[in-house]
């Protein structure tokens, strides 16, 4: 999302308007867009008007920025070091930096994705796993890329993010290989047109098999959960059995 011009208190009430519960997105976006009409700010009101309305999954990584401050930061610095380990391993670095990189990364994501069930449940909409992978997918793709990752940051990203997956990267290559491709033929072109689609393809695929298993991981914790409570619940409900019957037991007797 472009930035918009500067304006006093615009980015204050930009921030408000990203903070504020998602049904009341739209008629706080309009509210303000008059507001700066009327105060003679046309190109800024326009530009306000035309702000989409989150998704729910934008909307919750948005309210992870806030909430969980610490937790975004942590996902946003690993995505930066996966993103150049990424560079240096096409130039021929280690790849051990990318797993290492790549292991911090999905450590941040999950954790963010099992705190963004509890943002869900507070704001009353249903964590369910569909929700929660997207929430995951968006998180992880904003981490990596850039610009995404400034706005995922203030809390104020505007859309979901797709996985940009190596297609930045792919005109980064050794020298040495470089100098081995010369003379490339029409149909090396074609094999490398191929390759990064083959290679966008399978970043989708990781991309959506990471959000799936942590939004699975996030049902299974709550299912842990819910499993704990009800265990104690019988547990109490038992011994409140146990001494109605006792209760019985002793009034009988006199």
């Known amino acids: 999302m472009a930035r918009l011009a500067i304006v006093p208190e ?3 009430e930009l921030d408000r308007l990203y903070e504020l519960p998602l049904d009341e997105f739209t ?5 303000l867009a008059a507001r700066l009409k009327k105060a003679g700010q046309g190109d800024a009101a326009a530009r306000v008007k035309e702000l ?15 909430r969980e401050q610490d937790e975004v930061a942590r996902l946003v610095e690993a995505g930066g ?3 150049a380990a990424q560079e240096k391993a096409l130039r021929g670095g280690d790849p051990d930096a ?3 990189a790549t292991r911090d990364e999905r450590d941040a994501l999950r954790k963010l994705t099992r705190l963004a069930e509890a943002v869900l449940e507070d704001a009353g909409r249903p964590a369910s796993p569909q929700t929660l992978e997207r ?4 998180l992880r793709a904003a981490a990596v890329d850039s610009d995404a990752a400034q706005l995922l940051t203030s809390g104020r990203l505007a859309e979901e993010v797709e996985a940009s997956g190596f297609t930045a990267l792919a005109g980064i290559a050794p020298a040495g290989r470089a100098r081995q491709r010369a003379r490339p033929t029409s149909g ?3 094999a490398r047109r191929e390759h990064e689609q083959r290679i966008r ?9 990471e959000g799936a298993a942590a939004a699975a991981e996030a049902e299974a914790e709550r299912a842990a959960r819910e499993a704990a409570e009800a265990r104690d619940r019988a547990k109490q409900a038992r011994r409140d059995a146990r001494a109605a019957a006792k209760a019985l037991e002793t009034e009988e007797r006199r």
């Open 27 to 31: 008629p706080a976006r309009n509210e």
């Open 201 to 209: 393809r399978l970043r989708r695929d990781a991309d959506s098999a």
């Open 98 to 100: 990318v797993r290492a």
């Open 52 to 66: 989409k309305k989150p998704t729910v999954a934008v909307w919750t990584a948005n309210q992870l920025a806030r």
């Open 10 to 12: 615009l980015e204050t």
């Open 81 to 83: 070091r996966l993103r």
């Open 188 to 190: 090396g072109a074609a």
């Open 135 to 138: 929430v995951s997918s968006t």
